[in-house]
């Protein structure tokens, strides 16, 4: 028995220790490539770029440097950005439109009183017809016997 766990727990302790190599070698090769990005990056180039795609932000640049009357193109990758922050109005404030949740429950629950009578006042109205159909059919079954 005891040999038996200890071969189990061994297989165990064998095969977790081959995923965590294999998990190593994936989060090795994660940071290698990070380095690699932040090697290419120093440079202050694009990266993985081609020239075209180069050329095309060269041209870019030169575009808004003229347009501005600045010296070069270097100069626009220094101009102050300035960017109005978004206001954001949320759905669920929208929908509630300044009520609280007690308001809102409190409608509710008037809401379903106002529904449930009218309910039983159509119920009770389809009682009475009903009625008075029982009473219109056995009146005709009446007349008819006599």
């Known amino acids: 028995m005891l040999r038996r766990g200890v071969a189990v727990s061994c297989r165990a302790f064998s095969t977790s220790r ?8 994936i ?6 490539k990070i380095r690699e990005y932040e090697q290419q990056n120093a440079g202050g180039n694009l990266i993985n770029s081609s ?4 050329k095309q932000l060269n041209e870019q640049l030169n575009r ?4 501005f009357n600045l010296a070069n193109a270097d100069v626009v990758g220094k101009l102050p950005l300035q960017f109005q922050q978004a206001t954001v109005e949320s759905s669920v ?20 009183e106002t529904y449930k009578k009218e309910r039983a006042a159509k119920i009770q109205a389809e009682k ?3 009625m008075a159909l029982n009473e ?4 005709t079954e009446a007349a008819k016997s006599a």
Do not use: C, I
Request: net charge negative; proline share 2%; hydrophobic share 40%.
């Open 136 to 139: 219109a059919q056995s009146s």
């Open 27 to 32: 989060a090795k090769a994660f940071v290698n």
């Open 64 to 67: 808004l440097a003229n347009k």
């Open 51 to 54: 020239p075209e795609a180069a």
């Open 93 to 112: 404030d929208a929908l509630l439109e300044g009520k609280n949740l007690g308001e809102l429950t409190a409608e509710v629950k008037k809401t379903h």
């Open 128 to 130: 009475e017809r009903q």
């Open 18 to 25: 081959a995923q965590m190599k294999e998990a190593d070698l």
